[in-house]
């Protein structure tokens, strides 16, 4: 069983987001990633590379695409973007696995 609260999560620069790789491709830009968002709290507007697989495991999150919640499995092609949001009901983390081919680019606003 995985222990979410055990996990090392790593800060990033963004407010309330917190990243855990499990395996990360500098060449490649490919990773398989736990995500951590705090409620309310949003991860960068950005554009996929490459296809991205998420499969949610606590709470939730908001982007153009809808509402997405612990246990739905979302698929983002390449050259997508969103910007998801954590949501704040409930008031618990959004934790999400991805993995993630060709890396993100960050958008600038």
Same mark, same amino acid.
């Not at 090392?8 to 499990?22: D, K, Q, V």
């Not at 398989?32 to 705090?38: H, K």
């Given at each position: 069983?995985?222990?979410?609260?055990?996990? &090392?999560?790593?800060?990033?620069?963004?407010? +309330?987001?917190?990243?855990?790789?499990? $395996?990360? %491709? @500098?060449?490649?830009?490919? #990773?398989?990633?736990?995500?951590?968002?705090? &409620? +309310?709290?949003?991860?960068?507007? /950005?554009?996929?590379? +490459?296809? @991205? @697989?998420?499969?949610?495991?606590? +709470?939730?999150?908001?982007?153009? $695409?809808?509402? /997405? $919640?612990? *246990? %739905?499995?979302?698929?983002?092609?390449? *050259? #997508?973007?969103?910007? &998801?949001?954590?949501?704040?009901?409930?008031? @618990? %983390?959004?934790?999400?696995?991805?993995?993630?081919?060709? *890396?993100? !680019?960050?958008? !600038? &606003?």
């Amino acid at each position: 069983m995985l222990d979410l609260t055990r996990i &090392p999560w790593r800060a990033t620069r963004h407010e +309330g987001i917190h990243l855990h790789f499990l $395996r990360r %491709d @500098e060449a490649t830009g490919d #990773s398989t990633v736990l995500i951590r968002m705090e &409620p +309310g709290c949003s991860y960068p507007a /950005h554009r996929h590379q +490459g296809e @991205e @697989e998420v499969f949610v495991l606590q +709470g939730g999150y908001r982007d153009a $695409r809808g509402l /997405h $919640r612990a *246990g %739905d499995y979302v698929l983002n092609e390449a *050259g #997508s973007a969103h910007n &998801p949001t954590a949501l704040t009901d409930p008031a @618990e %983390d959004c934790i999400m696995l991805a993995v993630a081919h060709g *890396g993100i !680019k960050i958008q !600038k &606003p």
